[in-house]
T-cell receptor
Framework: DAGVIQSPRHEVTEMGQEVTLRCKPI?????LFWYRQTMMRGLELLIY????????DSGMPEDRFSAKMPNASFSTLKIQPSEPRDSAVYFC????????????FGSGTRLTVV | QQQVKQSPQSLIVQKGGIPIINCAYE??????FPWYQQFPGKGPALLIAIRPDVSEKKEGRFTISFNKSAKQFSLHIMDSQPGDSATYFC????????????FGTGTSLTVIP
């Protein structure tokens, strides 16, 4: 298995621009999570999906953030408009139903908003 | 509110030493406690996990000790090596209600040769 695949690996954009991060979960995993990692706040859960349906988006910082999962093999996290404080590493992770299975994380997207 | 509290923030040990990282939680409904290891530029990777029905679990040089009454658990790395230098995260989840993991703030471990 190729693991959780995220793209792009790095993204540099100007303030005000739209940014779209992409994730392909592991086949057969029915949960998908988006996390943001910063030095100040550590790993923060933004949103998670079960069977392509958003379950909890209470971690999404503001309306500028949105996430979709149109099918079991693809999800996007969009920031519009982007701001410098959005600069962070964004991780996607997937998991299979059933207690005891840890997340598998992707390699992350390092976002820099200038 | 931080559901899982982790300490120390950073740790430096000599090769062969036994670094210990501690985590504490409040929610007694948590029933799964994984540890993740993260190298620079990589995503966190599952290292070892424990359920509260056992007090200790070993996998190679990594051991989790679990104290249910104190609501604490810790990671011990035996015979630490420079290659163990990474950031370690503890986490907790409730397997029967949703699947969100609550992560600690991380411990940066440096093993000096």
């Amino acid at each position: 298995d190729a693991g959780v695949i995220q793209s792009p690996r790095h993204e540099v954009t100007e303030m005000g621009q739209e940014v779209t991060l992409r994730c392909k979960p592991i086949s057969g995993h029915d949960y998908l999570f988006w996390y943001r990692q910063t030095m100040m706040r550590g790993l923060e859960l933004l949103i998670y999906f079960n069977n392509n349906v958003p379950i909890d988006d209470s971690g999404m910082p503001e309306d500028r953030f949105s996430a979709k999962m149109p099918n079991a093999s693809f999800s996007t996290l969009k920031i519009q408009p982007s701001e410098p404080r959005d600069s962070a590493v964004y991780f996607c992770a997937s998991r299979r139903t059933g207690g005891g299975y840890g997340y598998t994380f992707g390699s992350g997207t390092r976002l820099t908003v200038v | 509110q931080q559901q899982v509290k982790q300490s120390p923030q950073s740790l430096i040990v000599q090769k062969g030493g036994i670094p210990i990282i501690n985590c504490a939680y409040e929610n007694t409904a948590f029933d799964y406690f994984p540890w993740y290891q993260q190298f620079p530029g990589k995503g966190p990777a599952l290292l070892i996990a424990i359920r509260p029905d056992v007090s200790e679990k070993k996998e190679g040089r990594f051991t989790i000790s679990f104290n249910k009454s104190a609501k604490q658990f810790s990671l011990h790395i035996m015979d630490s090596q420079p290659g163990d230098s990474a950031t370690y995260f503890c986490a907790a989840s409730m397997s029967n209600t949703g699947n969100q993991f609550y992560f600690g703030t991380g411990t940066s471990l440096t093993v000096i040769p």
